[in-house]
C-alpha cells in the first residue's frame, strides 16, 4: 500500500507543479466563465528572464505527512527557430526515501512567443524503468491552433497525432506561465475559466472556479502569503469533480505557493520552498 501512495503522490507531484499555478486564469472583463482564444494573447508578463522557484511535495500516510518529491520551476528567455521566445523549464524528482519504492525523474521544456502563446513543447519521464517522451509542435492559421503531436512510449515506439482546435492549446508548462500573467485584480468567488490543455496525447477540457483569498502558512517554514484560492475541476466519464483546491500569491508575481489534494488515500500537498529574481516585489508575503 505505501507504494502505492508513493507512486501515486509522485505523479501528484508532477502533476501539481504543473497544473497548481493556474489560478490566475480570471480576467475581470469578461463574462462569468470564459475560454481563452487564440486572440488572447497577453501583452502583460508576471515574470522575468532568470526567475526561478523551488517546491516540497508532502502525503500524508498512516496520520503523518511524508516528503516525497521536490519540484523545480524556471524562466529563461531563449531563442525557438531564430526568434525571441521564453523558455519554461519544470525539473521534479522523488526524494531519497521515496526513491526506496518509486523512481521519479521529470523534465519539461515549453517554448512561448514573447506574447505567451505555446511554440513547442518537450516532457520527458521516467517512473521505475520506464521512460517516455512526449512533444507537441503548435502553429496557427488564423484563429485556429494547430497541434503536432508525439508519444514515444517505454518500448521506442512512436505515434502521432495532429489536431485542430479554435481556442488556444497549451501544454502544462505553458498554460502555468500564461495563466500567472492574467489580471485577476476584479475577479470575485464563483468566476470560473475554461482551458484546454494537450501533453501530447489529444486535447483536454478542464476548469478552473475562484473562491475568494486566503492567507496559507507554509509547512516548510517558508512564511505566510496573502493568496488567491481556486478550485480545479476535472471532467470524468462525463461528470465535473474537484480534485484540489491551489493557492498563488495575491500580488503582481501571481507565483504559486501551494495545493492541497483529496486523493482516494488521504491527501497531498505542495509547498513553495524557495524564489529568486521574480519581477516584481513580494508584497503578498505577511511574515
Known amino acids: 500500500m505505501l507504494k502505492e501512495n508513493v507512486k501515486s503522490a509522485s505523479r501528484l507531484c ?7 499555478f493556474w489560478e490566475c486564469c480570471f480576467c475581470p472583463k469578461l463574462p462569468a466563465q470564459k475560454t481563452m482564444t487564440v486572440t488572447d494573447a ?9 526567475e526561478t522557484a523551488q517546491y516540497d511535495l508532502y502525503y500524508n500516510w498512516k496520520f503523518m505527512w511524508i516528503k516525497a518529491g521536490m519540484g523545480t520551476m524556471s524562466a529563461t528567455m531563449s531563442y525557438y527557430n531564430g526568434q525571441p521566445a521564453y523558455r519554461i523549464r519544470i ?5 531519497h526515501q521515496a526513491d526506496r519504492f518509486f523512481v521519479l525523474r521529470d523534465t519539461l521544456t515549453s517554448y512561448m512567443t514573447p506574447h505567451l502563446l505555446p511554440l513547442a513543447y518537450t516532457k520527458t519521464d521516467m517512473e521505475r524503468d520506464k521512460y517516455r517522451v512526449r512533444r507537441v509542435w503548435f502553429s496557427y492559421q488564423g484563429k485556429k491552433t494547430i497541434l503536432k503531436q508525439q508519444y514515444i512510449n517505454p518500448y521506442g515506439k512512436s505515434s502521432w497525432k495532429t489536431e485542430e482546435s479554435n481556442y488556444t492549446v497549451y501544454d502544462m508548462a505553458s498554460l502555468l506561465m500564461r495563466a500567472r500573467s492574467l489580471d485577476a485584480s476584479k475577479m470575485s468567488p464563483g468566476y470560473s475559466i475554461r482551458f484546454y490543455m494537450t501533453d501530447g496525447h489529444g486535447l483536454e477540457e478542464h476548469r478552473l472556479v475562484y473562491q ?4 496559507i502558512k507554509l509547512k516548510n517554514g517558508s512564511g505566510v502569503y496573502r493568496c488567491l484560492k481556486t478550485s480545479f475541476m476535472l471532467m470524468e466519464d462525463g461528470k465535473e469533480k474537484e480534485i484540489g ?10 507565483l504559486p ?5 483529496n486523493l482516494s488515500f488521504g491527501s497531498a500537498r505542495i509547498y513553495l520552498s524557495g524564489y529568486t529574481n521574480l519581477k516584481y516585489p513580494m508584497t503578498s508575503k505577511v511574515k
Open 14 to 20: 508532477r502533476f501539481l507543479m504543473f497544473w497548481v
Open 42 to 50: 497577453t501583452q502583460k508578463v508576471a515574470f522575468k528572464n532568470g
Open 91 to 95: 525539473l521534479s524528482r522523488g526524494t
Open 212 to 215: 475568494g483569498k486566503e492567507k
Open 245 to 254: 483546491t491551489f493557492y498563488v500569491t495575491d500580488d503582481d508575481n501571481h
Open 257 to 261: 505557493v501551494a495545493c492541497f489534494l
